[in-house]
């Protein structure tokens, strides 16, 4: 297939908010390419942000080599998209996603088979584990495209999905079945959670200066950081600014975060993408205000025993990733508790991630 690179540019970027829209991935994780020669695909930039992206951030890459012209760093995928066109002349648009029930199935590192879904055929592979944007991965992910050639998405563990499409529409197709088969699977193959009654809210918070605006129960009311004295949930968010350099909290209640909450246990990471933005284990602390503050250094989200998370970010929607974020790395958590050999990422895996993410990519975002 060949495709005008005006046009490709144009489908990479409604894709982009597509992907955004729909959910299924979350800040800059995951990445969108489109064939347009024999030689070529275009592909999007590294740790940019999907909303502000722009055509001309797009990047031309040569299949053979993954060599590129211009300032803009393409995505640290690049390699796996290039090897998809060269093992799949059939494919012309790739995704890798984030999206919430394929990632959690892929912690298990084990196929999916058993089912016929006329946009994904017979089997999901999943590829081995590699730290993002390595060799080892590509290699991984390599590996099973050459094994099973006629398959249209694959898990990646620890890491999230990758759909193939001959265009876009069929691209978006896998990644909609796929998301649908793995929902089923990790739901019928969980124990359902026992109701844990849903605590009293902590609200959310906004800094400005050394003091901060919450709002709780639909007020909002203005208190000084550094006073332990507050009324609690006050004192924790204020507790919370004094961890970090955070403008932003919000407080998640959801059924996955209250059951790992109930279990009273640190988080350690089984996806890489909460090890990136939230920490490289989250703590679970009682709700006090010193307690809060030591467990949010180094990390943007902390558990609180008996009522939920702490979610924090330097912006509203840093602060929204985290809990999305959050969310489905409790939902993971919950997963591998009934998944036999299901580990979570090493921890220095987890740390190292922590730092590239850290020192790279939100060092990157800031400065767009």
Known sequence: MTVLESQAREQVLQAAARLTGEGLIERTWGNISVRVSDTQFLITPSGLAYE?????????????????????????????HADAYRLRPDVNFVIHTHQYWASIAGITGTALTGFIHPALGKRVPCAAYGLPGTKMLRK??????????????????????????????????????????????????????????????????????????????????????????????????????????????????????????AGGCRLRPYLDDLAQIAGADILCVPPAPRRVREALRGRNAVLIQGMGALCAGKSESDAAAVR?????????????????????????????????????????????
């Not at 993954?66 to 995505?75: A, D, L, M, Q, R």
């Not at 605590?199 to 009311?221: C, Y």
């Not at 969310?327 to 590239?356: E, F, M, T, V, W």
């Open 52 to 80: 502000t992206m722009r055509e001309d951030q797009l990047v031309l890459v040569n299949i053979a080599d993954c060599s590129y012209e211009g300032p803009v760093k393409p995505s640290s995928e690049k390699g796996i």
């Open 140 to 261: 991984a992910v390599s590996a099973e495209m050459e094994a099973w050639p006629d398959c249209r998405a694959f898990l990646m563990r620890h890491h999230g999905a990758l759909c193939l499409g001959g265009d876009m529409e069929d691209a978006f197709a896998a990644a909609r079945a796929l998301e649908e088969v793995c929902e089923e699977r990790v739901l019928g193959e969980m124990e359902e959670q026992r109701p844990i009654p849903v605590p009293r809210k902590l609200g959310s918070s906004r800094r400005r200066g050394d003091t901060f605006l919450m709002a709780q129960r639909g007020e909002s009311r203005r208190y000084p950081i550094g006073d332990d004295a507050l009324p609690l949930a006050a004192a924790l968010h204020g507790a919370a600014y004094r961890a970090g350099d955070f403008r932003y909290i919000v407080h998640e209640t959801s059924p996955e975060v209250l059951a790992v909450c």
């Open 324 to 368: 999305a974020l959050l969310r489905k790395g409790c939902a993971a958590r919950l997963y591998a508790s009934q998944a036999p050999n299901c580990r979570p990422l090493s921890a220095a895996d987890a740390h190292l991630q922590r730092l590239i993410y850290c020192q790279s990519y939100e060092r990157k975002k800031d400065q767009c």
